[in-house]
């Protein structure tokens, strides 16, 4: 398929609300997701929302690969996901605050109050109705990716703008790259 470009902060269509599919096994839905895997897979990422590829549509596509999940954390691995017009729905008031970045956003990484749990429906690419619970980091991670959908970008969600940081700045404990294992298990 194709590895396509990523739109970036100040694109005016990363703002936009995307149109739900119609019908989540046609031909060109499945061609989306593969067109986004092998973005993804182009530069390394774990989770991309189809409006970052200018394609207006409510698609997301994530993972989270073993070489991701920090020592110690009781998460497991999850395989490349297609969800099609997901729906979050948090359980509770509780968020928790942590670091995130976006391939729209690159070199940056910010501190984002996230629900920390929620219940996700979606369709497959088969057209199969899923309904799953996360926490922790699985849950914000899916939290992220949907904004996209709603035109939302994570620097709308800071509490604080000074909770912003280039990754070059990012240096010593409690760093961007050394996640709580706490974190990714809820």
């Known amino acids: ?105 690159p070199g940056l990484y910010a501190k984002v109050p996230r629900f920390n749990e929620i219940v996700i429906r979606y369709s497959t690419l088969e057209g199969k109705q899923i309904e799953q619970h996360w926490q922790g980091y699985v849950a914000m991670l899916l939290q992220h990716e949907c904004d996209h959908l709603d035109g939302v970008l994570y620097p709308m969600r800071m509490e604080n703008p000074m909770d912003m940081a280039f990754a070059s700045e990012m240096t010593g404990k409690g760093g961007v790259f050394s996640y709580d294992p706490n974190e990714f298990d809820g």
Do not use: F
Not at 21 to 34: G, H, M, S
Not at 42 to 55: E, F, R, W
């Open 1 to 105: 398929m194709a590895v396509r470009p990523i739109l970036r902060l100040g694109n005016p269509d990363l703002l936009k609300v995307s149109a739900p599919v119609a019908d989540p096994t046609a031909p060109e839905i499945r061609a989306l997701v593969q067109d986004m895997r092998d973005t993804l897979d182009d530069v390394q990422g774990i989770g991309l929302a189809a409006p970052q590829i200018s394609q207006p549509l409510r698609v997301v596509l994530y993972c989270l690969p073993q070489h991701r999940i920090p020592s110690g954390a009781k998460a497991q691995p999850i395989p490349w996901t297609a969800m099609i017009n997901p729906v979050i729905e948090p359980m509770g008031d509780d968020k928790r605050v942590m670091w995130e970045r976006c391939l729209s956003l």
